[in-house]
């Protein structure tokens, strides 16, 4: 099996660079790959790599996520997110390829506090969010094999993610604001990667099992809460932090660019009972990772 990968150095194409080693002979791509192009800004070299490598599997975790930018880049955010998208599924249409795409909670509305299902209404709210649903909907046009995975507030040990942030922030600072009024899931990006090389094993042998899907840990809570569990936790590991108050603040008291969806919830009974499935809390998966980062 020929797998392609786009976005390698990213936080889940990292990951899925070790999950789909296994599955077969991989080639892995970023935009700075020279010998296939692998910049989803230019959608000619797009094609052009899709038909020189011509893979079983496509798996495309580059995308624009640079959120309140994109309210700026709203054409570069589009070609990258979507037109990109749909070169990349035309091209597993015509060849039989099976197209796997990560997609995001955004494309809801974030209202409500029912966490959201696959076959729930989008409206998203920013431009991102908008190209990441015409993204989707440009896989589902082509009638091309696929899976669509919708994750939420993904973080890694490689890279910057919120987890990060807070420690830096709490190693500086007596006293810390974070948003309490925006809920989700903080889901890894190895848990992705893990469940995407399962589900790839899997819709070959069943290919009905093609469709879109919410995948995100369990459980829920805000980013005031997920901050306090990431302070608590270093300081148990044996970091020397400053801080000593984190204080909760309505997204009000902090105005960017893109809307936010107050409501990131995703259910994921779908995915659990198509694949077999379990999908861990986020505490373990926060822990796991604050073990990889810390300093002696």
């Not at 296939?36 to 798996?59: C, F, K, Q």
């Not at 700026?72 to 990109?84: F, T």
């Not at 505490?283 to 796991?288: C, N, Y």
Request: charged share 15%.
């Amino acid at each position: 099996m020929n797998i392609l990968l786009f976005g390698k150095n990213g936080q889940v194409g990292w990951e899925l660079q070790r999950a789909l080693a296994p599955l077969g002979n991989l080639t892995a791509l970023d935009r700075h790959s020279t010998e296939h192009g692998g910049d989803l800004n230019n959608l000619e070299g797009i094609a052009a790599t899709l038909a020189a490598i011509a893979p079983d599997v496509i798996v495309n975790a580059a995308a624009y996520t640079a959120v309140d930018k994109a309210e700026a880049e709203a054409d570069l955010a589009d070609r990258i997110n979507h037109q990109a998208v749909a070169v990349m599924a035309q091209a597993a249409k015509q060849s039989g390829a099976l197209l796997i795409h990560y997609s995001t909670d955004y494309v809801f509305n974030g209202s409500g506090s029912t966490p959201w299902v696959e076959a729930d209404a989008p409206a998203p709210l920013s431009v991102y969010g908008q190209t990441k649903w015409a993204g989707e909907q440009a896989i589902i046009a082509s009638g091309c094999a696929h899976l669509i995975f919708r994750t939420s507030w993904v973080y890694a040990a490689r890279g910057n993610n919120f987890a990060k942030t807070m420690l830096r922030l709490a190693a500086e600072r007596e006293q810390l604001n974070v948003i309490n009024d925006q809920i989700g899931a903080p889901t890894a990006a190895s848990l992705i990667s893990d469940v995407t090389a399962h589900a790839i094993r899997a819709i070959r042998h069943n290919p009905d099992l093609a469709g879109v899907y919410h995948l995100a840990a369990a459980g829920e809570t805000s980013w005031h809460h997920y901050a306090e569990f990431v302070i608590h936790t270093a300081r148990a590991q044996g970091q020397a932090l400053k801080v000593n108050s984190i204080n909760p603040i309505p997204s009000s008291q902090y105005p960017t660019p893109a809307q936010r969806p107050h409501n990131s919830r995703l259910n994921t009974h779908k995915i659990k009972a198509a694949f077999g499935i379990t999908l861990p809390h986020w505490q373990a998966g926060v822990a796991r990772m604050l073990e990889e980062i810390k300093t002696p």
